[in-house]
């Protein structure tokens, strides 16, 4: 309260004093213009007060300006008179039924009731009702109690669009619209120009907002708010709550809506004029059926941005989770098309505005890539990442799951995650196609940089062709193969192979070197490879593919296998019977029927001539060449003096060969022959 | 003296022998295989009204094409012509290319798959085509809250498809640097195929509406 203020007032005051102390002076009238008045924050131009005297104990109260302005009111206030029925009542004089208008303002002209009881300056209320604002009314109440005071306002159904700029769109990013009704209501209370506690709630339905990009939008929103503070020593202390009923809101990238049940945000903190921190000492945070968060966090009032926190976060429904809010933030990744459910409790620590340490309980989840790259089933344990060295392990064990379509079994993973490096804690055996797979070291570094990068090695172990064949929709093959990969290394899209690959089958040996995968889980996986074939039996191989049977060595080469999408597009590749080769030579009238068929499409129609008697025929050599580049494969085989090539150089008697005259074959009618095994332009004899 | 008469024209022949044998891309070539691809991906019923004519070959000169200008005379027309009998045809005949490798073929599909979804938003302007060749957001507006992380995954997943496909096409053609012709040459023909009322990307980068 100013000394002018109270100048003011009390000169009022004094008059009333003097008219209402008279003993018999009714019908008494005092009049007093002023030309302009002036006070701090505050100023009146061509102020006129009348004073008429009832009776004893009444009087009427006018007073009349031309303007009115005040550094807490927009605009200027023009056209005043104040008429107040005052009635003295022991110490205290009172007004009930006082009208205000104002004849323009920023807010239209009003027309208000006015109240009040006036004891002396420093104790006075005064309540003023109807004034229409924003298309809703306030209501406004002022009472000053020994140098203190409390101060109310009820707003019933303020239009947001309607309110003047300086309340809401001034505030808000230039182009926002945002519109509603709210009904609110305001207790403050202090002393002189300091408020000490303030009370606010807050009601609002059809709440729309957007910015001018679209960035920030909510639709139909409808929410409570209330908020308590009040002053401690030199801060604030205060809790508020924050209940979402119903609406639709997108902050980019989150989308949520809010239908059946409400979203609750309650937040108890303190703070202190003049810093920059914002401490909430409790906070939660519920989204219906998608996640609630408890714990306490240090906010930067400048950035917004956390400075410290210790969040425990708990979810019942994993795909809600991952739909609401890690998707949205995952999409152009590999990782934004997951199906997810099963219970995340997990609790996240921020210290220095940076991740510290994650930690989260697992139970029943399920994580399964819509493009069929991986699934997880039954995944449960403790993740745990610190960013500073530490002794907490991570133990998941996982029921089974898909990779790359491959079914694998239960798993145990032991491992330690600290700052941008992960690494097993004891070897994985992961069970797959029948077999398992070894998995001795898997070190993850750089995680946290633009170019993460990890190394593998693994055995392999009785893994089962016919699964394996399965798996890809391969032909149907039988046996079992054993393997070792040396050093497998990751980094920037690239997986390469630091070795050989070496895979035990057929009873021979399959040596896979140079091979390089580049962007292994991306839309064009292209693998690179030389392959190197040896000592392989033709029994087990025949046995395998159904082919017919044959016996003999095989070996042979595939350079430069070039794969894109998984589907060859070169390579150079040549398979013969070994030049020491001591394993007999036999090959069955369906062998060489599908061999037959293998270089023209045709079979050789063996069973309807007489050698259909034969069930076996011997043969000196067999050698088949193929060079793939693009759509186009060309065969080759041991020369023949007639211009075509031998597949089989037959020896002994019935003497068997089967001779090719097309060199030149589309890769896919070689794909479609590999399938059916029929053959134009084949010679037997 | 007569030597070095004689020598001129040769090694005049062997100037132009070099500017004939330069590989340089094939913009011709590049643009029939862009607008077969676009015209598969965007469907008959999304065609233009009215086809544009297809730019002329001037309008992408580049700087092999301007130098063999320089050499355009009547004496090494001529030459031209004799290293053209002594080089092998193929050299100097405008390569094709390949758009049939399997991954394109993959890349090709799933684009046309996700052609109707993504139609519904170029037509109201919330996508756009842009000048290097892909999909943009124009206007997140225009999508309803709830289909936005729906419509900005499928943007990504055609801008990966997009990448992958001018990259794909560049090395099917074993010219691995060809990736940034071929894909402006995809981004021109994404905007002349496109039917009237999509919005596009000018050269500075405005937005405007076919």
Do not use: H, Q, Y
């Given at each position: 309260m100013t000394k002018e203020h109270l100048l003011f007032t009390g000169f009022v005051a004094l008059l009333l004093l003097i008219l209402l102390s008279m003993p018999s002076s009714a019908g008494l009238q005092m009049g007093l213009s002023i030309g302009s008045l002036n006070a701090t924050g505050w100023s009146m131009e061509n102020v006129r007060v009348d004073l008429e005297l009832i009776d004893r104990n009444q009087l009427n109260l006018s007073l009349a300006a031309d303007s009115f302005t005040h550094q807490a009111l927009p605009g200027v206030l023009e056209g005043i008179r104040l008429d107040c029925p005052v009635e003295q009542q022991q110490q205290s004089y009172v007004c009930n039924q006082g009208r205000l208008h104002i004849a323009n303002s920023d807010y239209g002209s009003q027309d208000l009731e006015v109240s009040g009881v006036f004891v002396d300056p420093e104790h006075l209320s005064v309540d003023i009702q109807g004034m229409r604002f924003a298309h809703g009314e306030l209501k406004i109440g002022i009472k000053l109690i020994e140098g203190g005071w409390d101060a109310s306002l009820h707003a019933n159904r303020i239009r947001l669009e309607s309110?003047?700029?300086?309340?809401i769109k001034d505030r808000l990013p230039k182009g926002s619209v945002v519109s509603g009704v709210t009904n609110l209501k305001l207790k403050a209370s202090g002393v002189m120009d300091q408020a000490e506690a303030i009370d606010l709630t807050l009601k609002i339905a059809g709440f729309a907002y957007a910015d001018v990009e679209g960035l920030q939008v909510a639709e139909e929103g409808g929410f409570n708010l209330s908020l308590n503070a009040e002053q401690r020593g030199s801060g604030w202390m205060g809790k508020t709550k924050l209940s979402v009923s119903k609406g639709q809101f997108y902050s980019d990238p989150f989308y949520i809506e809010v239908a059946d049940e409400p979203l609750h945000l309650q937040l108890a903190g303190r703070w202190k004029p003049g810093s920059d921190r914002l401490y909430m000492d409790e906070s939660r945070l519920l989204l219906p059926k998608v996640l609630e968060s408890r714990g306490r966090v240090v906010i930067d009032?400048?950035?917004?941005?956390?400075?410290e926190a210790k969040l425990r976060l708990h979810s019942d429904d994993m795909g809600a989770l991952y739909g609401v809010l890690l998707q949205p933030l995952l999409i152009?990744?590999?990782?934004?098309?997951v199906e997810a459910s099963g219970l995340m409790d997990s609790v996240v620590q921020i210290e220095n505005r940076e991740l510290q340490r994650f930690h989260a309980s697992l139970e029943d989840v399920n994580l399964d890539d819509s493009r069929g790259l991986f699934a997880l089933y039954g995944l449960n344990g403790q993740m745990t990442w610190n960013r500073e060295p530490h002794a907490d392990m991570s133990k998941l064990s996982i029921e089974g799951g898909q990779l790359y379509r491959i079914d694998f079994g239960k798993l145990d993973i032991h491992a330690y995650a600290q700052q941008g490096e992960a690494r097993l804690n004891k070897p994985i055996d992961l069970s797959l196609l029948q077999g398992t797979l070894h998995i001795d070291q898997l070190n993850a570094e750089?995680?946290?940089?633009?170019q993460p990068q990890w190394t593998t090695s693994a055995q392999f172990k009785d893994i089962s062709l016919q699964a394996l064949a399965e798996a890809f929709d391969w032909p149907t093959m039988e046996g079992m193969l054993q393997g070792t990969i040396p050093r497998v290394h990751y980094q920037q899209q690239r997986l390469q192979l630091d070795g050989e690959l070496v895979v035990d089958v057929f009873g021979g040996r399959i040596r896979v070197g140079d091979l390089l995968i580049e962007d292994p889980l991306g839309r064009v996986p292209e693998l690179y490879a030389d392959l190197q074939l040896s000592g392989l039996d033709l029994t087990q191989i025949t046995q395998t593919f159904s082919f017919g049977h044959m016996t003999g060595g095989l070996e042979g080469e595939i350079a430069g296998l070039h794969l894109s999408s998984w589907e060859p597009i070169a390579f150079k590749a040549r398979f013969n019977t070994p030049d020491e080769d001591k394993i007999p030579h036999r090959i069955s009238q369906r062998a060489v029927d599908n061999l037959t068929a293998l270089g023209?499409?045709?079979?050789?129609?063996?069973?309807?001539?007489?050698?259909?008697?034969?069930k076996e025929f011997r043969y000196n050599r067999i050698e088949l060449k193929a060079i793939l580049n693009g759509d186009v494969a060309e065969l080759d085989g041991m020369p023949h003096k007639s211009g075509g090539y031998y597949i089989v150089k037959g020896s002994g008697l019935p003497r068997i060969d089967v001779i090719a005259r097309n060199r030149q074959v589309a890769w896919k009618t070689l794909l479609e022959r590999l399938k059916s095994i029929r053959v134009e332009g084949m010679e037997m004899r | 003296m007569l030597k070095r008469f004689l020598a001129y024209p040769f090694m005049a022949l062997g100037l132009v022998a070099c500017v004939t044998i330069n590989i340089y891309f094939p913009a011709a070539a590049a643009e029939e295989a862009a607008r077969t691809i676009v015209r598969d991906v965007l469907g008959e019923d999304e065609a233009p009204a009215q086809q544009k004519p297809a730019p002329k070959e001037e309008s992408k000169t580049d700087d092999k094409q301007s130098l063999q200008k320089i050499f355009d005379s009547p004496l090494t027309n001529t030459l031209t012509g004799i290293v053209d009998l002594l080089i092998p045809s193929a050299q100097a005949a405008q390569p094709n290319i390949d758009i049939a490798s399997p991954a394109i073929r993959k890349l090709r599909a799933a684009m046309a798959d996700r052609q109707n979804a993504m139609a519904t938003h170029y037509r109201s302007g919330a996508l756009g085509f842009t000048n290097n060749g892909l999909v943009a957001?124009?206007?997140?507006?225009?999508?309803?809250l709830r289909d936005r992380n729906k419509v900005k995954k499928m943007v990504a997943d055609e801008n990966g498809d997009r990448k992958a496909l001018y990259a794909e096409i560049a090395r099917a053609n074993g010219q691995p640097q060809w990736e940034k012709d071929i894909r402006d040459t995809f981004a021109r023909v994404w905007v002349e195929e496109a039917p009237n009322g999509y919005w596009y990307q000018d050269g500075k980068g405005n937005w405007r509406q076919k």
């Open positions: 309110l003047p700029g300086a309340f009032t400048n950035s917004g941005e956390l400075v152009g990744t590999m990782a934004d098309e750089g995680l946290l940089g633009e023209n499409g045709v079979g050789s129609g063996l069973s309807s001539t007489f050698l259909g008697i034969f | 957001v124009r206007d997140l507006k225009l999508i309803s």
